[in-house]
C-alpha cells in the first residue's frame, strides 16, 4: 500500500469510530462548555475587557479539551494489540502519524466549531480587525496543538499515569504555538495591531514542528 | 580517574570559598544599587553554568539517538539534572534581585520568559524519565531533549517581539562592566563550572553503578529463571 493509501485507511477508520461512539467528540464538548461556563462566571467581563481576554481564554479552553481527544488517539490502538500489529507490518509508520494527526485535526476542527458561537454569544464578542484572519490562525493553532499533541500522547503510551504525562509534556513545547494563537487572535480582536507576525510564528512552529515529528516518529513507534 | 575527583573537589572548595570573598568582599559596590547587585556574581554565573549544560545535554541526546551509547545517554540524564538545580538558582536570585531594582518581582521580559520556558521543559524532561516504564526511556527522552532544542529559538522569537526589559548581556552585549566586577564574575564563574562538574561527575559516577546493579539483577533473575 502506498503513503497515501495507509493515511486514508487509518483516517477513515478512525472518523468512523469517532462518528459511531463519539467519545472524543462528546468529551470535549461538554468539557469546553464547563470551561466556558465557569470562566464567563469569574471574569463576568464588559464587552471591550472580553475583547483583550477572549483570545486567551478561547485558546486555554481548546487547548484543554484537546488533551482529551489526543490522550484518546492511542489509548485505542492498544486494546487487541492493533499497535503491535502494526509495528510488526511492513507499512511505514509516517502515514500512521499522519493520519492521526489530521484525525485530531478534525475533532479539534469540529470542537472550535461548535464553541465559537458559545464563545462570541456569551463575550459578547465582535472582532474590530479582519475577522476572516481568524480562520487561518483557527487552522494553524489547531496543527500547531494536534501535531505535537499527537506525537506526545504516543510518547505516553510508555509512560505510568500516562493521562497525566501527556500535558505536562505538551504544554512547555506548546508555550510559543499558544502565545502565538493568543496574540494573534488578540490584535484581530482589538484591531489595534497587525496579526502578521504571530501568523508567521505559528507557520515556522508548524512547519519545524511537523517536520521534527516525522522525522522521529518511527524512533518513538518502535521504542519498546 | 577516581584520583582526579578529590583534585577537583579541592580545587572547587578553594575557588568557591575564594569566590565568595571576591563576590561579597573584594568587588566594589556598585553605585545605584547597592549591595544588593553582589547577587549579580551568583545570578550570572548560573545562568551561563545551566545554558552550558542544556547544551550538553542536547549534544548527548542527539548522540545518544545516532549511536545508542548508553554513556551519552547517562550524560544527558546528568546535565538535565544539574542544569535544572542552576536554572532554579538563576530563578530563584533573579527575582530577589529585581524586587528592590526594578520594584516587581517577576516581569515576562525576553531572558526571563526563556530561562522559565528552559527550566519548565527540563522539568518535564525530568518527569519523563522518571516516569517512564519502558526500557526505552534514554529514547523517548533523547527525543523530548530535541523538541526543547527546537523550542528554544521559537520561544525567543515569540518573545523577543515584545521590549524587553532586562539588562543587556554584560559580555558581548555591549554594556560597560567595571573590569573589577568582570573579573569577580569571571572567578565565580569558574568556581561554578567547577562545581558543576563536580556535581556531573558524582552523579555520573552514580548512575554507572546504579545501571550496573540492574543489569546483574537482570541476568541474576534470567539465570534463577532458566534453573
Redo the contacts between chains.
Keep these: 500500500m502506498s503513503f497515501l493509501a495507509i493515511t486514508r485507511a487509518t483516517l477513515a477508520k478512525d472518523v468512523r469510530l469517532e462518528w459511531r461512539s463519539k467519545d472524543a467528540i462528546n468529551s470535549m464538548l461538554f468539557f469546553a462548555l464547563l470551561v466556558v461556563v465557569i470562566f464567563s462566571f469569574s471574569f463576568d467581563p464588559t464587552a471591550e475587557e472580553s475583547r483583550r481576554i477572549a483570545g486567551g481564554l478561547i485558546w486555554v479552553a481548546f487547548l484543554f479539551a484537546a488533551v482529551v481527544a489526543l490522550n484518546q488517539t492511542w489509548a485505542r490502538e492498544l486494546r487487541n494489540q492493533v499497535l503491535d500489529a502494526y509495528r510488526v507490518s511492513p507499512a511505514p509508520a509516517n502515514p500512521l502519524f499522519l493520519a492521526k494527526a489530521f484525525g485530531n485535526f478534525i475533532f479539534v476542527g469540529v470542537l472550535e466549531a461548535v464553541m465559537t458561537p458559545l464563545f462570541i454569544a456569551f463575550y459578547k464578542l465582535r472582532a474590530l480587525g479582519p475577522a476572516w484572519e481568524l480562520a487561518p490562525i483557527a487552522a494553524l493553532g489547531t496543527w500547531a496543538l494536534v501535531v505535537?499533541g499527537t506525537f506526545f500522547a504516543a510518547?505516553?503510551l510508555?509512560?505510568?499515569?500516562r493521562e497525566i504525562?501527556l500535558p505536562?509534556?505538551l504544554?512547555?513545547?506548546s508555550?510559543?504555538?499558544l502565545?502565538?494563537m493568543v496574540n494573534a487572535t488578540t490584535a484581530v480582536l482589538t484591531g489595534e495591531e497587525s496579526a502578521r507576525?504571530w501568523i508567521a510564528?505559528l507557520v515556522?512552529?508548524d512547519v519545524?514542528?511537523t517536520i521534527?515529528c516525522l522525522l522521529?516518529f518511527e524512533?518513538?513507534l518502535e521504542?519498546? | 580517574m577516581k584520583r582526579g575527583f578529590p583534585i577537583l573537589a579541592i580545587i572547587t572548595g578553594l575557588l568557591l570559598s575564594f569566590a565568595l570573598y571576591e563576590a561579597l568582599i573584594a568587588a566594589p559596590t556598585e553605585q545605584t544599587m547597592g549591595n544588593v547587585q553582589r547577587i549579580f556574581y551568583y545570578h550570572v554565573p548560573s545562568a551561563w553554568t545551566a545554558f552550558l549544560l542544556f547544551l550538553i545535554n542536547f549534544v548527548a541526546s542527539v548522540t545518544y539517538l545516532i549511536r545508542r551509547d548508553v554513556k551519552a545517554d547517562i550524560l544527558a540524564l546528568t546535565t538535565a539534572e544539574v542544569g535544572v538545580v542552576f536554572c532554579t538558582v538563576v530563578l530563584v536570585t533573579g527575582p530577589i534581585w529585581a524586587r528592590p531594582v526594578w520594584g516587581i518581582w517577576w516581569t515576562w521580559d525576553l531572558r526571563l520568559t526563556l530561562t522559565l520556558v528552559l527550566w519548565l521543559i527540563y522539568v518535564s524532561y525530568l518527569m519523563l524519565r522518571r516516569f517512564s516504564t519502558s526500557g526505552q526511556t534514554p529514547v523517548l527522552a533523547a527525543v523530548l531533549a530535541i523538541f526543547g532544542a527546537l523550542d528554544v529559538p521559537l520561544v525567543y522569537f515569540s518573545i523577543w517581539f515584545f521590549r524587553t526589559q532586562h539588562p543587556s548581556p554584560v559580555i558581548g552585549g555591549g554594556g560597560s562592566l567595571d573590569p573589577r566586577m568582570a573579573h569577580v564574575l569571571l572567578i565565580n564563574w569558574a568556581a561554578f563550572l567547577c562545581l558543576a562538574w563536580l556535581l556531573c561527575w558524582t552523579r555520573y559516577q552514580l548512575e554507572l553503578v546504579k545501571r550496573e546493579i540492574e543489569d546483574a539483577q537482570a541476568r541474576e533473575s534470567l539465570v534463577e529463571g532458566t534453573r
Design positions: 505535537n510518547m505516553s510508555r509512560t505510568r499515569s504525562m505536562l509534556l504544554f512547555p513545547l508555550i510559543p504555538a502565545l502565538g507576525f510564528l515556522a512552529y519545524v514542528f521534527a522521529l524512533t518513538v521504542a519498546e
